[in-house]
């Protein structure tokens, strides 16, 4: 304890584990300490006598449900695009090795205010086959793919007269004549904007989502997301081990009692039980520092157990849906995340979905999410949550304290990796560029 380092990760959230991985790997000396005694944080992975405790506390686990050992519920589920960021993150960092990935089954959107699901077209051919559009629109939509994927820069004559470093993506869309319910399953299922400002801002952020998705998609067909066999818990697991190798430390069942600073308020430790350990810089989720972070909103999820596949999805053994916030008169998109026991996180003939969306009004918080939960069929249990969506009031600098955002509502990694890239940037001053390593294949 009493040796120095040059970072002291507190939390062993995903964002957490991500950022201390990368620091590691850039060759830092990183303690991670985490108050509880399991890993992963506000992203844990619970057994169910965990989730009881958590949510019923003094309630015993019915029998019915089998197996502690069987079952390891995300408290906060995210799937990872293949071509994605985070992707990038776990090769660069070599963490994959400790880890085994399979593919989401599907991905759906649902649209007709909110009475229908679709699978998300991903490519042109898909896209002559959705049942989302009419036969007009379809072909708009197909010369929309056709362009977003051909768009190269050094070749004005792929643009169609069409800049997307100035044009705003309302024009693109304006362009291509598409109707405001497809731009919405564009923005809002492939792009995965989480609202609808992204309208205004120029077209080259919303299509290289599009052909980040398109690409995803491709890697192994059916949806562009994957996600690690026996949950997320796996991953600060996964990340632990890596430290090790590079001579860091993760120690569970250490609290921070409080940071210590110099007279300039700069971080120089943290004090724990064990006595100081120092470091130059701290990191940590809000949950460390709550004097330094403001509460933005709530998120409200329900962890729902099922016995049967979402209905209208093929029978998926695991899906996302988006329900698009237009399509049932909200302001943020409902998000569900279905897995089952082909991921190893609950017993064979189970289903986890997660239902979560932003909360926007005063009443119950399950009636926010009541859309999604409609489209779950009969629900035999349900575990439901709001948690307070918090961020850091400064951007740390100043006292060298660099606090993570909570997560958000959405079910896949895209906002996580973006916090992973604000992080590195106020930490070090420098944009985070992953460079290839020696002797490894490069991440596409
Ligand atoms: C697109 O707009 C940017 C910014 O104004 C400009 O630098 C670039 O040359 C334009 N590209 C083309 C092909 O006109």
């Not at 509880?36 to 057994?47: H, Q, R, T, V």
């Not at 993150?89 to 400790?98: A, I, K, P, Q």
Request: charged share 25%; net charge negative; proline share 5%.
């Amino acid at each position: 304890m009493d040796e120095d380092y040059d970072v002291i990760v507190l939390g062993t959230g995903l964002t957490e584990c991500v950022l201390s991985g990368l620091l590691s790997v850039d060759g830092k000396k990183v303690l991670h300490l985490d108050r509880n005694d399991y890993y992963g944080a506000e992203s844990a992975s619970l057994n169910m006598t965990q989730l009881y405790e958590k949510f019923r506390p003094g309630k015993e686990v019915p029998t019915t449900l089998g197996r502690d050992r069987d079952w390891n519920i995300d408290l906060i589920p995210k799937f990872m695009m293949a071509n994605g960021e985070i992707v990038r993150f776990l090769t660069h960092t070599d963490v994959t090795r400790y880890l085994e990935f399979k593919q989401i089954a599907g991905s759906f959107v649902v649209y007709s205010k909110g009475t229908k699901v679709s699978k998300v077209p991903s490519n042109e051919v898909e896209a002559l086959s959705s049942p989302l559009m009419g036969i007009f629109e379809k072909r708009r939509m197909k010369k929309f793919l056709e362009w977003a994927q051909k768009y190269n820069d050094a070749d004005p004559s792929t643009h169609q007269g069409l800049n997307i470093s100035v044009l705003p993506m309302h024009e693109v869309f304006k362009q291509f004549g598409l109707a405001p319910d497809t731009q919405e399953f564009i923005g809002h299922a492939m792009a995965l904007h989480l609202d609808d400002s992204y309208l205004n801002e120029p077209a080259r952020d919303t299509v290289e989502k599009v052909r980040l998705y398109a690409a995803s998609v491709l890697r192994y067909g059916k949806s562009p997301y994957i996600y690690p066999l026996y949950g997320l818990g796996d991953l600060p697991q996964a990340f632990a081990r890596l430290s090790a190798v590079y001579g860091g430390t993760y120690m569970l069942n250490t609290d921070a009692q409080e940071l210590v600073y110099d007279d300039q308020g700069k971080v120089t430790g943290v004090k724990t039980a064990e006595g100081i350990a120092r470091a130059k810089q701290v990191i940590c989720d809000p949950s460390y520092v709550s004097s330094k972070v403001k509460k933005v909103g709530s998120v409200v999820r329900a962890i729902c157990l099922l016995n049967h596949p979402i209905p209208g999805t093929g029978d998926a053994d695991s899906v996302q849906i988006v329900i698009p916030q237009n399509q049932i008169g909200r302001k943020h998109d409902v998000y569900v995340a279905c897995v089952s026991g082909a991921h190893m996180v609950c017993p064979k003939d189970y289903y986890l979905a997660i239902v979560s969306t932003i909360v926007e009004t005063d009443k119950p918080a399950e009636m926010e999410i009541q859309e999604g939960l409609k489209l779950l069929g009969p629900i035999v249990d349900k575990f439901v949550s709001v948690s307070p969506l918090e961020v850091p009031i400064e951007d740390g600098t100043k006292d060298q304290v660099f606090i993570s955002r909570s997560y958000d509502a959405t079910s896949h990694f895209e906002t996580v990796c973006d916090d992973v890239h604000d992080l590195w940037k106020r930490i070090t001053g420098e944009p985070l560029v992953l460079k290839k390593k020696e002797g490894q294949e490069e991440a596409a």
